[in-house]
């Protein structure tokens, strides 16, 4: 199970000095790479190549975009205390209707800290 998933608002907490400390929401997680996309950090300038569409009108030109993070260069904001926390899972039976048993994990925000 995952730490961090597409929605959780996340807090920068090493890499480039202008990033560091800010705080975003994840717009996607790339599990091979092992790097999630915040919105907002990490920004590049991409050049796309120049085109046209259906309609007749230009694409392209200079954008800016999101670059992924690593994993470990960001850290899940802890809801109640607004500060980087740990994630922690809560396993539970739960029994359904026709006599079965299935385990439930949830996640869950660990005691934040005075660092991380």
Known sequence: MQNIKKGDT?????GKREYKGK???VIEVLVEAQ???VQGINMVTKHVKAGE???G???GGIETMEAPIHVSNVALVDPKTKKPTRVG???ETVKLKNDKTKIVRT???KKSGEKL
């Open 10 to 14: 996340v807090v920068v907490i090493s």
């Open 107 to 109: 996640r869950y925000a």
């Open 89 to 91: 899972f809560k396993v």
């Open 23 to 25: 705080t975003g929401e």
């Open 53 to 55: 569409t259906n309609r």
């Open 35 to 37: 790097k999630v996309i």
């Open 57 to 59: 009108t230009k694409t």
